[in-house]
T-cell receptor, first 116, second 117 residues
Framework: SQTIHQWPATLVQPVGSPLSLECTVE??????LYWYRQAAGRGLQLLFY??????ISSEVPQNLSASRPQDRQFILSSKKLLLSDSGFYLC???????????????FGPGTRLTVL | AQKITQTQPGMFVQEKEAVTLDCTYD???????LFWYKQPSSGEMIFLIY??????QNATEGRYSLNFQKARKSANLVISASQLGDSAMYFC??????????????FGGGTRVLVKP
């Protein structure tokens, strides 16, 4: 079965510090990968997605970047955090080739980031 | 323009009663899919149910059913026989048939449900 991991679970960082959040998927190959941000009590905003190694698409202009150095690894980074980067970050994966029932997205447990 | 609208920010429901969560969407694509996810206070997103635009019947998954009205562009989630564990945020999401764009989802703002004993 497939599993998705995110770390760290929580993070408190000062403004201007760098950021690296990691997401890994097990039990599947060549997944689509996604980074979302969720403000408190709000919906999910898609930040980045990737359909393959080294292929990153950005959905919104921002202070963040993403990389996919390996097939099942997705990293969210920032060189200098802003207060507005605080939020709950969710990684997700999906498949396009019908190995799941509806090609639905499966989510990781999330990282709660507080920028002070 | 907002593509997924959930007009109920929060609602209470009595345990063992049914509750309907509203979702309307906007798309010009004839082929699309609609999803509902549950987010408990722990933060994880749990997939509940899926409805394809060409599906002839409303989707059902256990206590969850989807009231799909294509002409009205609505896909309301019905939870029957509510349980205390149903207390959570519920999100409606849409996938348009742009596979080259990576199977992306657009989410609504969510509805918070609190089940009262």
């Amino acid at each position: 079965s497939q599993t998705i991991h995110q770390w760290p679970a929580t993070l408190v960082q000062p403004v201007g510090s760098p950021l690296s959040l990691e997401c890994t998927v097990e039990g599947t190959s060549n997944p689509n990968l996604y980074w979302y941000r969720q403000a408190a009590g709000r919906g999910l905003q898609l930040l980045f997605y990737s359909v393959g190694i080294g292929q990153i698409s950005s959905e919104v202009p921002q202070n963040l970047s993403a990389s996919r150095p390996q097939d099942r690894q997705f990293i969210l980074s920032s060189k200098k955090l802003l207060l507005s980067d605080s939020g709950f970050y969710l990684c997700a994966w999906s498949t396009n080739h019908g190995t799941t029932r509806y090609n639905e997205q499966f989510f990781g447990p999330g990282t709660r980031l507080t920028v002070l | 323009a907002q593509k997924i609208t959930q007009t109920q920010p929060g609602m209470f429901v009595q345990e063992k009663e049914a509750v309907t969560l509203d979702c309307t969407y906007d798309t010009s694509d004839p082929s699309y899919g609609l999803f509902w996810y549950k987010q408990p206070s722990s933060g994880e997103m749990i997939f509940l149910i899926y409805q394809g635009s060409y599906d002839q019947q409303n989707a059902t998954e256990g206590r969850y059913s989807l009231n799909f009205q294509k002409a009205r562009k609505s896909a309301n989630l019905v939870i029957s026989a509510s349980q205390l564990g149903d207390s959570a945020m519920y999100f409606c999401a849409m996938r348009e048939a742009s596979w080259a764009a990576g199977n992306k989802l657009t989410f609504g703002g969510g509805t918070r449900v609190l089940v009262k004993p």
